[in-house]
């Protein structure tokens, strides 16, 4: 079985900060690890993701995570947020080959203050 | 725009009607994934299609059924519907086999009074 943890409900940042959102996960197999944004009234978008090789990940508007297996973290991160980063951001996992379905933590709520 | 087309965009119905929401997956892409979003469960997956055929199976109540037609589009059906059913359906597809990450699409918002 899999799961998702997701550490804070709700992130608070200044404009121009760093930000980093917290994932765990907890998986008895290979892992494959998403980060998704949800603006509001809006669908998911993909912002990321790891599937092997570099821990560390690159995606889109700026954001990268790194892959931990030992501490089973996949944080992301941003050096400087925007006024436009204002959404909620899921974690989640994937088993992989025929058990492609992700199970998604609870998300955070970032929020960013002018 | 995704490529994934939900329809409708909003529902609103009674309690004890049935609906149908309709999705069709970005071309080319063989697999369809139905997630239910809500307040109290947040984000949990309904069922998968592949190529027509059911693939895996999640949290999906027995009063609701999806199917996965010829030209791929895909249809959930909810019937006998009741006030917590009122959520986000969100529809979202893949290219295939593995672990790549969907593409979803922007859903439907059901509500149910």
């Known amino acids: 079985a899999q799961s998702v943890t997701q550490l804070d409900s709700q992130v608070p940042v200044f404009e121009e900060a760093p930000v980093e959102l917290r994932c765990n996960y907890s998986?008895?197999?290979?892992?494959?690890l998403f980060w998704y944004v949800q603006y509001p009234n809006q669908g998911l978008q993909l912002l990321l993701k790891?599937?092997?090789?570099?821990?560390l990940v690159k995606g889109i508007n700026g954001f990268e995570a790194e892959f931990n297996k030992s501490q089973t973290s996949f944080h992301l991160r941003k050096p400087s947020v925007h006024i436009s980063d204002t959404a909620e951001y899921f974690c989640a996992v994937s088993g992989g080959f025929g058990n492609e379905k992700l199970t998604f933590g609870t998300g955070t709520r970032l929020t960013i203050i002018p | 725009d995704s490529g994934v087309t939900q329809t409708p965009k909003h529902l609103i119905t009674a309690t004890g009607q049935r609906v149908t929401l309709r999705c069709s997956p970005r071309?080319?892409?063989?697999?369809v994934y139905w997630y239910q979003q809500s307040l109290d469960q947040g984000l949990q997956f309904l069922i998968q299609y592949y190529n027509g055929e059911e693939r895996a199976k999640g949290n999906i109540l027995e009063r609701f059924s999806a199917q996965q037609f010829p030209d791929l589009h895909s249809e959930l059906n909810l019937s006998s519907l009741e006030l917590g059913d009122s959520a986000l359906y969100f529809c979202?597809?893949?290219?295939?086999?593995?672990?790549?990450?969907?593409?979803f699409g922007s859903g439907t918002r059901l509500t149910v009074v």
């Open positions: 790891y599937l092997s090789g570099s821990t």
């Open positions: 071309s080319g892409d063989l697999s």
């Open positions: 998986s008895s197999v290979s892992v494959y």
């Open positions: 979202a597809s893949s290219g295939g086999q593995g672990p790549y990450g969907y593409t």
